[in-house]
């Protein structure tokens, strides 16, 4: 039972001093992160409320045959029940809600779900209604100090710093038209036919394609990619069979094998790119020298290694922390929580430094597995703002500018515009929960002992392409905009729930 005191609340744009609400609330355990409530308001607040809304509505109440004001109450509450009815129960449940939230009953991680139509309220009778509500799961905090974690160590050769001249030189190459058969790393114009069970499911025209090992579509990967296509020539039409992702933006999609037919429209082809100093003048006044080049790539390089590094770093901790948490966490909160995993994604890879193609793969790559990967997500961050709780962690001011700042340099774009559009997507909230986690992270690395292992940077051979393989379908998930919408506002006191990803 909820403790009275006094509080003030507007009622018709007056405020008065009243009593908070003596409901009762019986909870309900419905899984690791859901409880069903049923709350019961006394008769004696429900009249308190009705009372009030009369005594605000009896001087300004128009009654034919009488001043305002002049009319008797009977009168009032015979003309305006439905009125006054329709408005004490709506600001009932408010103030209900509010008080929960206040109260901090439930760590709210989403807005209660109930039928207002189905809520009926009488002035001389109590009133009773039902919600269902996500809540954050209830558990032992892990052990996270003194974890064993890998050390990652490597120092780039040459031979490896030519091997990924190609790619980079390629970015500042022109293309030009190619009359022989497909060659790797030419890009070839393609369109696309996927059928599944003999049903063609989407006809993908004038798609261009840079040939490397895979193509990877947003919903499935095309392995063996250029085997497909080198030697062939325009016209040419290949095909293959590839598994189309759970997490597929088209439901009749998700788990089947999809047949697709791919033909050659058209074949461009780089300039050379061998790195030499002629090729040098493409960059313009970047580079003077063949030497500027290499370290450029170097750079590059170790930009990549640091961030592989952190995500295996991050994902052995992961595992060690979320050992025992099996909680079962509710499909359509998995759902939301997809879009917004992958806009926490991009803002990482991009604070990284990481080129336009290479976050475009990462995209792709998380979104083929999108439920698993938010599930591990979610748990993951359950444990870190614990953790951050526990410890007293806290994002703080000059956390943002360093953030933003970093995102605006990879995007060469200034500080300004990109804090204007994260306030405009409202991804504002997600930087704060990248920010704790970081610094949880970074805490915990600090109490763990490391054993050193040699690292290989992983092969990038793979074609990112902005587009479903098997067609777009009602569980799109878009990530260039955001459709951010704050998770709990009656409530009060919920946290918003936005999972970092870099694994």
Not at 58 to 82: C, Q, Y
Not at 141 to 167: C, M, N
Not at 334 to 348: D, G, H, I, P, T
Not at 489 to 503: I, L
Request: negative net charge; aromatic residues 6%.
């Amino acid at each position: 039972m909820a403790e009275q005191e006094n509080a003030t609340v507007e009622i018709d744009g007056t405020t008065e001093k009243k009593d908070t609400l003596n409901y009762a609330v019986e909870v309900e355990v419905v899984g690791d992160c859901q409880r069903h409530v049923t709350v019961t308001i006394p008769v004696e607040d429900v009249q308190r409320y009705f009372r009030a809304r009369y005594e605000n509505l009896a001087p300004v109440a128009e009654i034919p045959g009488f001043r305002p004001g002049k009319a008797p109450r009977k009168l009032i509450e015979s003309k305006f029940r439905k009125t006054v009815t329709e408005q004490v129960k709506g600001q009932l449940l408010l103030d209900t809600l509010t008080q929960i939230g206040d109260e901090q009953r439930f760590s709210a991680i989403g807005e209660p779900v109930f039928d207002f139509e189905s809520v009926s309220v009488e002035e001389g009778a109590p009133l009773q209604f039902e919600f269902d509500i996500e809540v954050r799961p209830d558990f032992e905090l892990p052990q996270w100090k003194g974890l064993e974690l890998p050390q990652y160590v490597h120092e780039f050769t040459s031979a490896e710093i030519d091997s990924h001249a190609g790619r980079f030189l390629r970015r500042n190459s022109n293309l030009l038209p190619a009359t022989d058969a497909v060659r790797a790393q030419d890009v070839v114009t393609l369109s696309i036919e996927t059928s599944i069970d003999g049903e063609v499911v989407a006809n993908l025209e004038e798609l261009a394609i840079p040939v490397q090992a895979s193509a990877s579509f947003r919903d499935a990967q095309i392995d063996g990619f250029a085997s497909l296509l080198v030697g062939k020539s325009i016209n040419d039409e290949v095909t293959t069979t590839v598994e189309i992702s759970g997490s597929a933006s088209n439901p009749i999609a998700r788990d089947k094998k999809a047949n697709v037919k791919i033909k050659i429209l058209d074949i461009k082809r780089y300039e050379d790119a061998e790195l030499n100093e002629t090729n040098v003048e493409k960059f313009g006044d970047r580079f003077s020298d063949v030497g500027e080049v290499r370290d450029a790539i170097k750079s590059e390089l170790e930009r990549r290694m640091a961030f592989e590094e952190d995500r295996l770093v991050r994902q052995a901790i992961t595992a060690s922390l979320t050992e025992a948490a099996n909680w079962q966490l509710p499909p359509d909160l998995l759902e939301r929580q997809s879009r917004r995993e992958l806009e926490r994604a991009v803002m990482e890879l991009r604070r990284n430094g990481m080129s336009d193609e290479f976050i475009n793969a990462y995209e792709n790559k998380l979104r083929q597995n999108s439920n698993e990967q938010t599930a591990t997500a979610l748990r993951e961050h359950f444990i870190l703002e614990r953790i951050a709780e526990s410890e007293g962690i806290e994002d703080q001011p000059e956390d943002y500018d360093q953030e933003i700042e970093l995102i605006a340099l990879s995007m060469n774009d200034s500080a300004r515009r990109v804090r204007s559009r994260l306030e405009k997507t409202g991804q504002l909230d997600a930087l704060r929960n990248q920010i704790v986690e970081r610094k949880v992270l970074t805490m915990i690395r600090e109490h763990a002992t490391f054993r050193q292992e040699q690292f290989t940077l992983p092969t990038d051979d793979v074609a990112p392409v902005r587009e479903y393989l098997a067609g777009r379908g009602d569980a799109e998930i878009p990530v260039a905009k955001s459709d951010f919408v704050e998770p709990v506002n009656a409530m009060g006191k919920g946290e918003h729930v936005a999972p970092r990803t870099g694994r």
